[in-house]
Nanobody, 121 residues
Framework: QVQLVESGGGSVQPGGSLRLSCAASGSILSIYTMGWYRQAPGKQRELAATITTGSRPVYADSVKGRFTISRDSAKNTVFLQMTSLTPEDTAVYYC???????????????WGQGTQVTVSP
């Protein structure tokens, strides 16, 4: 199984910055996509940013120019640098990894436990 450990959430004032990290471990053979989704209270989970091996990062329109996703392939870790945060960015942020593993066999999608990001004055 693929385990994901997230860190870096917290509270910040509008205009501030936070950096999220997500480390994947387990019986990983290869990682295809690593990304961040977010879910605000009363709303559906939505994509924030993803990065796929061999492709350019994909960002939600709402975070373009403010968020940067990056990946340390050697450490199976993905980062989300968030700047110019607004109250509308307040949500639980979930890490997602699509990977091929030995247990279970094949390609699967795994989710982290979520980390709270709160932006308020």
């Amino acid at each position: 199984q693929v385990q994901l450990v997230e860190s870096g959430g917290g509270s910040v004032q509008p205009g501030g910055s936070l950096r999220l990290s997500c480390a994947a471990s387990g019986s990983i053979l290869s990682i295809y996509t690593m990304g961040w989704y977010r879910q605000a209270p009363g709303k559906q989970r939505e994509l924030a940013a993803t990065i796929t091996t061999g492709s350019r990062p994909v960002y939600a329109d709402s975070v373009k120019g403010r968020f940067t996703i990056s990946r340390d392939s050697a450490k199976n870790t993905v980062f989300l640098q968030m700047t110019s945060l607004t109250p509308e960015d307040t949500a639980v942020y979930y890490c997602n990894v699509v990977a091929r593993a030995t247990v279970p066999t094949g390609v699967s999608s795994s989710w982290g436990q979520g980390t709270q990001v709160t932006v308020s004055p």
